[in-house]
């Protein structure tokens, strides 16, 4: 048995699974190749969650158990629920990942384990200091977060491996372990990858003229720069720049983005839309011509992986996942942070320069197609299927 711990919430009732369409596929994947039955432990869902895409499974039909788990707002854990993770660790050949202390039931019981990792300490900080202001608070958040990432970097060292979900975490990561695995977690799928003979039409009526298409899909809340988005688009509309913006997502800041695009009134061409489910933002994507991503930290986000599968070019700015991304793929154009006057500015220039758009179109394309989901899942399987062996 293998356990799969996940801070990503679900819901069981009356016989129907809720949970987050992305963790259900990889869940599905893992269970289905690696040959052993599959544990997910995840908290359960409560009232407030942000989470955007939901999908719903009879439990019948699933080809992995799920355990929900009571915790706190830090995912921690009390009395028997802390003995029910620590019983299914004994039962388990495996964890593949960390969380609700199941990597010290672990280290207690000698299972072996794989840390997952997505943030390094930098990312952590910010996190922890955005949504509060005053330099003490701030400073306070800072200290917590430091003390909390010591215990980890242990557990790191005591892990069998680690695996890394984009390039600052993989980077911070083999300071404290020798075998660390980088993968760039997205759900683009090689079939969804769009077909070149659709980019090539897209780029083709782009180039006669065609209004452009701009692109935003994500968590509508300050670190993810959403407002900022906003702020590029209007700095288009000023200067009169021929476009239409669409943003897809849910979060704290909408009401906000929508009343500064009223108050411009700039509704003709930026729409802060609602939520879609993935396979219809996909399709979406296809038929956009510039994705823009105003991320303040530096997260793995699936956001740059997916924009490429749609051939998009990139203008973002320049975290360090971004940074390291661009130098990869080739794809698109960095802008210093929390400027989205300049960063409009390389929208519309990028927009006037075709040769340009379109050599990152297809570079993003040609970089989804090296790194869809199949070929980055196997990445992982295959490090699980060889510790397996061993076992």
Not at 290 to 311: K, N, R
Not at 335 to 358: C, F, H, I, Y
Request: charged letters at 25%; one cysteine or more; proline letters at 5%.
């Amino acid at each position: 048995m293998i356990i799969l711990p996940t801070y990503s919430p679900c819901l069981i009732e009356n016989g129907v699974l809720r949970i987050d369409r992305k963790f259900h596929v990889g869940a599905s994947v893992y269970a289905e190749r690696l040959g052993t039955s599959v544990v997910v432990i995840a908290p359960t869902l409560t009232a407030g969650c942000r989470q955007m895409d939901f999908v719903e499974i009879p439990t019948d039909d699933l080809s992995y158990r799920v355990e929900p788990v009571r915790c706190d707002g830090n995912h921690r854990l009390r009395g028997s629920e802390l003995d029910r993770v620590e019983r299914l660790v004994g039962q388990a050949s495996l964890i593949y990942g960390t969380g609700f202390e199941t990597q010290l039931f672990a280290q207690k019981l000698a299972k072996p384990y794989i840390a997952v990792v997505e943030y390094d300490l930098p990312t952590q900080i910010k996190i922890a200091r955005f949504p509060v202001h005053g330099r003490i608070r701030r400073g306070v958040r800072t200290v917590k977060t430091l003390c909390r990432f010591l215990p980890k970097i242990r557990d790191l060292r005591r892990a069998h491996s680690v695996h890394c979900n984009g390039y600052p975490v993989h980077e911070q990561s083999r300071r404290f372990h020798r075998d660390c695995l980088l993968y760039l977690d997205s759900r683009m799928a090689d079939a969804m990858v769009i077909e070149s003979d659709r980019l090539d039409m897209r780029l083709a009526d782009f180039k006669i003229g065609r209004k452009p298409r701009l692109l935003y899909s994500g968590r509508y809340e300050e670190i993810k720069g959403a407002l900022d988005v906003v702020e590029v688009g209007l700095e288009l509309f000023r200067r009169k720049v021929p476009f239409v913006l669409d943003l897809f997502g849910a979060g704290s800041l909408v009401g906000e983005m929508r009343r500064r695009v009223e108050s411009a009134g700039a509704q003709d061409c930026i729409h802060v839309n609602n939520a879609i489910p993935y396979p219809e933002l996909v399709e979406r994507s296809h038929d956009s011509d510039v994705f823009i991503c105003c991320h303040v930290q530096a997260d793995p986000s699936c956001t740059y992986l997916e924009a490429c599968g749609s051939g998009l070019p990139i203008v973002g700015y320049g975290n360090r996942m971004w940074r390291s991304f661009v130098k990869d793929a080739g794809n698109g154009l960095v802008t210093r942070m929390g400027r989205p006057v300049e960063t409009a500015k390389a929208v519309q220039n990028l927009l006037s320069d075709w040769p340009s758009l379109s050599a990152f179109a297809h570079r993003s394309r040609d970089f989804a197609k090296k790194h869809c989901f199949e070929g980055e899942f196997d990445k992982r399987i295959h490090a699980i299927q060889e510790l397996l062996r061993t076992l």
